[in-house]
């Protein structure tokens, strides 16, 4: 009878399951290294920015180049801050200066301005053999720290900086997870615990995984437009202590994924409360130059700490970190950066130079694009004039399009989207249905990762659910970065705003 044959199809199929299992766990056991054997802190480790949602617009590309019939054409990835991959074109001088160092023949050509030659001649001299492919020294090639100290004191009004407390770094990333390697110790209750802005970013939370450290949120107000607020760092503080030994605050300004940019006054608070709670800072700040909202403006936590005296900035320790990946560079895949320590103990000083000399150098092409970025053209150069044009017409790109992506997000009833002051992405809070919550639930997933799931299957859109990043229990939301071209940010922002109002009909 069917019933019989389908009886026997489910026996056949669980027995070839069972007989796979079986084959897997025999196959596993003659293996050194298994899912039961590996680092247990590397399973711990999640990253949003390329989770379970990109790889499955990953899948859905691949499909929709197979023939297969979907809703849509194409999937547009906001997921994440890539500016090239979005269409931003990169900076004329910037590629000059690399083509010459790639390939120094082209020295001899007319076609490259003098300005981009001298900058090229120079780092080609200070690399073993003249050549971009040899090692440079750990810490980064010499001239090329000596500009980066010489643009920190011109960006922070004269404040001295100090070649030899800048380390060159393969993006901010490789040097946050480096203080992070130096920072935490301890078992136990003495366990080093690391205090992250919630919403977070998630490199320190899937970087804490790694090390074994103990993450200790403190929660942005979003409705004060995701600021610090002095009273959370002390609650989330004092909670920390019952624990474990918290010692490090890192801040994230201008913000990410929340797109804030923190007040001087704010900046202030935090380093009194570092310096009163005994805490060790770091300041990514990648965005720095990605600040669109009227009345705001970037202050870096080394100016502010200088400006309150001797008795901060001989004793708080801070390390700041920049990129080549934002700002109006979005030279992601060079993986360029700097980081710069404050008040570090001359002995650890020792033991981060060991720990940088482990990995040998950053890339070297890395190094030469972030000189680009410290010591651009100036006024008489021949390249200042495309330049500054170049510079100013994607920053001011980048400001409309944070102010149209704010404004048409608070059009769509269920959507309330903050002021995207700076950096690359917007942060809206989405109100979700009971009943989609409940229906999220019993699949085991987060109800923005389910909304996320659905839009993506629908629409195309490829963003990263509020629950990557962290947030406030019952709250949700997503990161949408604004950098799509605006014709097809405006189709983006259409399309989830006809998404949200159908999802609410649906689970309603």
């Known amino acids: 009878s069917p019933r019989i044959g389908v009886s026997l199809v489910s026996v056949v199929s669980e ?114 053999g003249s050549s971009l492919g040899a090692y440079s020294a750990s810490q980064g090639i010499d001239c090329v720290r000596q500009d980066v100290a010489r643009y920190i004191e011109r960006r922070d009004g004269g404040v001295p900086c100090d070649p030899d407390n800048v380390y060159l770094t393969s993006g901010a990333s490789d040097g946050i997870v480096t203080m992070l390697k130096l920072l935490v110790c301890g078992e136990g209750a003495s366990k080093t615990g690391v205090m992250i802005s919630i919403p977070q970013y998630p490199l320190y939370s899937a970087a804490l995984a790694e090390l074994g450290a103990v993450q200790v949120n403190y929660y942005l107000n979003e409705e004060k437009c995701w600021s610090m607020d002095l009273s959370e760092l002390e609650r989330s503080l004092a909670e920390a202590r019952k624990h474990c030994n918290p010692k490090v605050l890192c801040i994230i300004n201008p913000g990410n994924p929340t797109g804030q940019v923190q007040s001087r006054q704010c900046i202030e608070d935090v380093i009194r409360f570092a310096a009163k709670e005994h805490l060790f800072l770091m300041a990514d700040e990648v965005y720095q130059d990605n600040v669109y909202a009227e009345g705001c403006q970037f202050h870096s936590f080394k100016k502010v700490l200088f400006e309150l005296g001797p008795q901060y900035s001989n004793t708080v320790e801070l390390v700041s970190f920049h990129s080549t990946s934002k700002c109006y560079m979005g030279e992601c895949g060079f993986r360029g950066g700097y980081m710069e320590v404050i008040n570090m103990d001359p002995e650890v000083k020792a033991q981060l130079i060991k720990l940088v000399s482990v990995r040998l150098c950053p890339a070297v092409p890395g190094q030469a694009l972030m000189d680009m970025v410290v010591n651009s053209p100036q006024p008489g150069e021949p390249s200042y004039t495309t330049f500054m044009k170049e510079r100013t017409a994607t920053l001011s790109l980048l400001a409309e399009k944070a102010k149209l992506t704010e404004e048409m997000l608070n059009t769509v009833p269920g959507i309330t989207c903050n002021p995207v002051q700076g950096a690359m992405y917007s942060f809206p809070n989405i109100s979700l249905p009971q009943k989609a919550i409940k229906e999220a639930k019993a699949l ?14 629908e629409t195309g859109i490829c963003l990263v659910p509020g629950s990557g990043f962290g947030q406030k229990d019952g709250t949700y939301h997503f990161r949408m970065t604004i950098l799509p071209p605006t ?21 309603s």
């Open 487 to 507: 014709d097809k940010l405006k189709l983006l922002l259409a399309k989830v705003k006809e998404f949200h109002q159908k999802f609410t009909r649906q689970y």
């Open 15 to 128: 027995t070839g399951d069972l007989k796979k299992m079986t084959d897997n766990a025999v196959f596993s056991q003659n293996k050194v290294l298994t899912i039961d054997t590996m680092n247990p802190n590397v399973k711990n480790v999640e990253y949003a920015v390329r989770g379970p949602i990109v790889q499955r617009a990953v899948q859905i590309e691949k499909e929709l180049r197979e023939g297969m019939k979907k809703p849509f054409t194409e999937v547009i990835k906001a997921n994440i801050g890539d500016a090239h991959a979005m269409g931003q074109q990169p900076i004329t001088f910037f590629r000059q200066v690399l083509a010459l160092c790639s390939y120094p023949e082209l020295l001899k050509d007319n076609m490259f301005p003098e300005d981009a030659k001298s900058r090229a001649r120079r780092i080609l001299q200070a690399c073993g």
């Open 444 to 457: 085991g997933q987060a109800p923005d990762m389910f909304y996320c799931m659905k839009m993506l299957e």
